[in-house]
């Protein structure tokens, strides 16, 4: 399990970024498409990735997933992204669409086929940012639910028992095609998963994690504990 780890969740910040900013500037082709993960963790170091002198202008941001909520929802992980990085560069950003009159997968359809756009000719997505949850979930990938088997879509919705609400997520054979899977994950909770998955339990993390796509986890110590 390629992993970093930082001292605390201000070092993953900064110097997680700086590890970013450096993939993004060294891929390859006249665009970098770039997944980014939600939850809470990533906010921080989005605020020190927008305050690299990149160039923006050839970047192509995208969701590895989102919550089924409105674009200006505290719950949206477009919102924060937006808030935290997009707001300050300039960057594309391609969000799936949400409205009361769409179900959660026409929405994860539509944006699958314009990630199909964005990525043509089989180009492989550059970079994939994703978090880990304390059951081991990762983008909205949880344990025990459907989008855990689709083949042959990129995004779908998936419904999630446990939380008694639908998300949309990028599918595994999507993350698969990454050229570069990044994890940021940080603090004690996450230390016990964190062990689990480098001991390869059968766990969503797991199955992104090992795949085909070149995977790095950037932890903190506290998330390294029970390595
Ligand atoms: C989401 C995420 C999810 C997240 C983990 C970790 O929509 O919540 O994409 O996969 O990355 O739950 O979240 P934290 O960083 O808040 O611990």
């Given at each position: 399990?390629?992993?970093?780890?930082?001292?605390?969740?201000d070092q993953l910040a900064r110097d997680g970024a700086t590890y970013?900013?450096?993939?993004?500037?060294?891929?390859?082709g006249p665009r970098v498409s770039v997944g980014l993960a939600g939850g809470?963790?990533?906010?921080?170091?989005?605020?020190?990735?927008?305050?690299?002198?990149?160039?923006?202008?050839?970047?192509?941001?995208?969701l590895?997933?989102?919550r089924w909520v409105p674009w200006n929802h505290s719950e949206s992980n477009g919102n924060m992204a937006y808030a935290n990085l997009i707001a300050a560069v300039s960057a594309r950003f391609l969000r799936p669409r949400w409205a009361p009159w769409l179900e959660p997968d026409e929405s994860a359809a539509h944006y699958d086929a314009e990630l199909r756009s964005l990525h043509p000719r089989d180009h492989a997505p550059d970079l994939v940012l994703l978090g880990m949850g304390d059951d081991g979930h990762t983008a909205s990938l949880f344990p025990d639910t459907k989008a855990l088997?689709?083949?042959?879509?990129?995004?779908?919705?998936?419904?999630v028992r446990s939380l008694k609400t639908w998300r949309l997520t990028a599918t595994i054979p999507f993350l698969h095609?990454?050229?570069?899977?990044?994890?940021?994950?940080?603090?004690?909770?996450?230390?016990?998963?964190?062990?689990?998955v480098a001991n390869g339990d059968d766990l969503p993390t797991t199955r992104v994690a090992n795949g085909p796509a070149p995977t790095t986890f950037l932890i903190d110590r506290a998330a390294a504990a029970k390595l």
């Open positions: 399990m390629p992993t970093i780890t930082y001292e605390g969740p970013l900013a450096e993939r993004i500037s060294a891929a390859p809470s963790t990533p906010a921080a170091v989005y605020r020190q990735l927008r305050q690299h002198d990149l160039n923006w202008e050839r970047v192509d941001f995208w590895s997933d989102e088997q689709v083949q042959g879509r990129w995004f779908v919705g998936n419904e095609r990454a050229n570069q899977l990044v994890f940021l994950i940080s603090g004690a909770s996450k230390a016990e998963m964190v062990a689990r």
